[in-house]
């Protein structure tokens, strides 16, 4: 790093602080100003001065930046979405990803101008987007607790991102609540709802190919819109799975169920690369499949259930007939088995509670 004359790095020069009279480093350039506090190339300095650098930086990016001021939200979302930052928004599946920057566009409409922190005459950072604001802007999406859950989310990956890299001096988001969200999730589809898709959507439609890929492979939706013929090789479907957000890449290799492949061949595709395809002749994104798919649904007169719940379908399924946890993650991926497990929790108490019975009436009672 550049040393100029006056000893100091690049764009920092003494500075007599006019109320006390001592001598101040301040950092300059491009209009943007702040004083750094410590012993001249310390590592408590450096990191200060690091931040000056990405101060500048934000307020010439790309990324709002004839909207962005150097220290307020817009500069802080910006330098997270950059994808040449070290922010982990860009290692996120393309779905999280979407969805993130949606919120934090969003937050930055709203409160992009207003400063993060502020910095005193000695150079101490102060939070002015305290613990307390936050609490409050997230309160505010009470009424909607699922979109609750994810901006928080969404804000405490940005702030802890910022806190480690010295661009803020505290996360606000530490302590923050939010309402829980009673809920199991997806729902599962049962045997019935199984039955009336089957009914309505026959072999040979795109509407039940899609279905079979979901059921008979336990995927999520953005890898069975991947699929394609050349992932097949004798019986077995192979399958990267795409990253989720704090997991690892899974590579799976299952075997085509006889159903699945029956309703492969009987259905004409014109998809190059991949089995489904939109009437554009074009790869459906996971967003779009699951808009699609919901239609196909409905029109099924299955309107509580959605594609993912097809892949606990095909996990109650495995349960049921005995397999272990281990088991089905084999086939479904999952990173951890404490959600696989409620399956078999819940199967394995169906089929003694059967037994039970059995023993029941056998024994004359």
């Known amino acids: 790093m550049l040393r100029t004359k006056s000893g100091l790095p690049k764009h920092c020069g003494w500075n007599l602080d006019r109320e006390d009279?001592?001598?101040?480093?301040?950092?300059?350039?491009?209009?943007?100003?702040?004083?750094?506090?410590?012993?001249?190339?310390s590592p408590d300095f450096m990191v200060q001065y690091a931040a000056a650098l990405h101060g500048v930086k934000a307020q010439a990016t790309n990324i709002g930046a004839n909207r962005t001021a150097a220290g307020t939200v817009n500069a802080l979302v910006a330098a997270y979405l950059d994808p040449l930052s070290t922010s982990p928004f860009k290692t996120g599946a393309a779905e999280t990803q979407r969805s993130r920057r949606n919120i934090l566009e969003n937050f930055r409409e709203v409160h992009g101008d207003k400063p993060v922190f502020r910095i005193g005459a000695n150079g101490q950072r102060t939070m002015l987007l305290t613990r307390e604001h936050m609490q409050q802007i997230v309160n505010e999406k009470a009424s909607t607790p699922f979109a609750q859950r994810n901006f928080l989310n969404t804000l405490r990956a940005m702030f802890r991102w910022a806190l480690k890299e010295g661009r803020v001096?505290?996360?606000?988001?530490?302590?923050?609540?939010?309402?829980?969200?009673?809920?199991?999730?997806?729902?599962?589809?049962?045997?019935?709802?199984?039955?009336?898709?089957?009914?309505?959507?026959?072999?040979?439609?795109?509407?039940?190919?899609?279905?079979?890929?979901?059921?008979?492979?336990?995927?999520?939706?953005?890898?069975?819109?991947?699929?394609?013929?050349?992932?097949?090789?004798?019986?077995?479907?192979?399958?990267?799975?795409?990253?989720?957000?704090?997991?690892d890449e899974a590579h799976l290799e299952i075997p085509v169920h006889p159903k699945l492949r029956e309703i492969i061949d009987a259905t004409p595709t014109v998809g190059v690369k991949t089995f489904l395809v939109t009437s554009f002749g074009k790869p459906y994104t996971a967003p779009g499949f699951g808009n699609w798919f919901r239609e196909l649904c409905d029109a099924a007169e299955c309107p509580d259930v959605s594609a993912h719940g097809l892949r606990k379908g095909c996990a109650r399924r495995l349960a049921e007939i005995g397999r272990s946890a281990n088991q089905i993650a084999a086939i479904t991926g999952h990173a951890t088995l404490a959600e696989v497990q409620r399956y078999t929790k819940a199967a394995d108490r169906k089929r003694m509670a059967r037994e039970a019975m059995k023993k029941l009436v056998e024994s004359g009672w």
């Not at 101040?24 to 190339?41: A, C, D, E, H, Q």
């Open 169 to 247: 001096p505290d996360d606000p988001t530490l302590s923050v609540t939010r309402e829980r969200v009673k809920t199991t999730g997806y729902k599962t589809w049962s045997e019935g709802e199984i039955e009336r898709f089957e009914t309505k959507h026959p072999i040979g439609s795109r509407a039940r190919l899609a279905f079979a890929l979901l059921l008979y492979t336990g995927q999520r939706r953005s890898d069975v819109v991947r699929m394609g013929r050349q992932d097949i090789h004798t019986g077995v479907l192979a399958i990267n799975q795409r990253k989720t957000e704090g997991g």
């Open 21 to 41: 009279g001592k001598r101040r480093v301040r950092f300059r350039k491009n209009g943007f100003s702040v004083y750094l506090t410590g012993i001249p190339w």
